[in-house]
T-cell receptor
Framework: DTGVSQDPRHKITKRGQNVTFRCDPISEHNRLYWYRQTLGQGPEFLTYFQNEAQLEKSRLLSDRFSAERPKGSFSTLEIQRTEQGDSAMYLC??????????????FGPGTRLTVL | GEDVEQSLFLSVREGDSSVINCTYTDSSSTYLYWYKQEPGAGLQLLTY?????DMKQDQRLTVLLNKKDKHLSLRIADTQTGDSAIYFC?????????????FGKGTKLSVKP
């Protein structure tokens, strides 16, 4: 059983460029989450999917950010016109959400984005 | 709004017990979690507790929950150098129905040999 995987692990880009990250959740997990973590902080929630439906978006997710999970399996997070403030670790997590269950979220290794 | 607070640093000697404390604000949180993060890595789920419990033990880990005071603690018995990491407390929001987590800033645990 493989865990959550993310690709790439590191991305360096110039300001104004677009970037896309991919997350592959644990197979059969119906929920997938994106978080952002900056230095010295805990992860901050961005958005989550249940199957292919995007159910919630944080106010942190500006119009430049878009996430998809087209077939209810892997997900992509795209940032358009990157800014230096977008530099952070982007974490993906997945869970098997069942009624009344604990909904433990399992995290991937993250994608570290550096915007120059 | 929702908030989770933790002390930022804790230093212990190898073999001693470590106690990491956390306070949270959302009284509707149904589950509370502890995660461990090593440098440059993602988060590893250590344990969690359901809000109707006051204690949970899992090998060297003991979680205590005081729901009245909204206080959560993680005790690590016989702390080892490999336990050095940042520990995050997290609460689930909206009674668990939403599922997104609110994290504290993390407690950096340093274990001295």
């Amino acid at each position: 059983d493989t865990g959550v995987s993310q690709d790439p692990r590191h991305k360096i880009t110039k300001r104004g460029q677009n970037v896309t990250f991919r997350c592959d959740p644990i197979s059969e997990h119906n929920r997938l989450y994106w978080y952002r973590q900056t230095l010295g902080q805990g992860p901050e929630f961005l958005t989550y999917f249940q199957n292919e439906a995007q159910l919630e978006k944080s106010r942190l997710l500006s119009d430049r950010f878009s996430a998809e999970r087209p077939k209810g399996s892997f997900s992509t997070l795209e940032i358009q016109r990157t800014e230096q403030g977008d530099s952070a670790m982007y974490l993906c997590a997945s869970s098997l959400r069942l009624a009344g269950a604990s909904n433990e979220q399992f995290f991937g290794p993250g994608t570290r984005l550096t915007v120059l | 709004g929702e908030d989770v607070e933790q002390s930022l640093f804790l230093s212990v000697r190898e073999g001693d017990s470590s106690v990491i404390n956390c306070t949270y604000t959302d009284s509707s949180s149904t589950y509370l979690y502890w995660y461990k993060q090593e440098p440059g890595a993602g988060l590893q789920l250590l344990t969690y507790i359901f809000s109707n419990m006051d204690m949970k033990q899992d090998q060297r880990l003991t979680v205590l929950l005081n729901k009245k005071d909204k206080h959560l603690s993680l005790r690590i018995a016989d702390t080892q150098t490999g336990d050095s990491a940042i520990y995050f407390c997290a609460e689930s929001i909206g009674g668990g129905s939403q599922g997104n987590l609110i994290f504290g800033k993390g407690t950096k645990l340093s274990v001295k040999p």
